[in-house]
Nanobody
């Protein structure tokens, strides 16, 4: 069982930056793929934002965040991060982190392949 707690959301102006953190419980954090997803409006599906392999050696990004977002992890701290720069109003969403056992990148952008989810943190970007 893995418990995930996100933090770092808030209100930011367009062009600004935020860093989200996701702290994980458990001793096996280093064997999990970690992903970030977002839901932009109630009733909309969660969409993929970024993901990172257990070692941090492989990262994956949605086109919407390429060049602006950076996903990283610190396995010693059981924490994964999402650095978001050059924020846009379209980035406004509830951001969720998720975990799944390592699967070599297969389906890593699909929310249905993740087993554990955090409660989410709100990011609001004003124009």
């Amino acid at each position: 069982q893995v418990q995930l707690v996100e933090s770092g959301g808030g209100l930011e102006q367009a062009g600004g930056s935020l860093r989200l953190s996701c702290a994980a419980s458990g001793r096996t954090f280093s064997v999990y793929d970690m992903g970030w997803f977002r839901r932009q409006a109630p009733g909309k599906a969660r969409e993929f934002v970024a993901a990172i392999s257990p070692s941090g050696g492989s990262t994956y990004y949605a086109d919407s965040g390429k060049g602006r977002f950076t996903c990283s992890r610190d396995n010693a701290k059981n924490t994964v991060y999402l650095q978001m720069n050059s924020l846009k109003p379209d980035d406004t969403a509830v951001y969720y982190c998720a975990a799944r056992p390592f699967r070599g990148g297969v389906g890593i952008m699909s929310s249905s392949t993740y087993d554990y989810w955090g409660q989410g943190t709100q990011v609001t970007v004003s124009s």
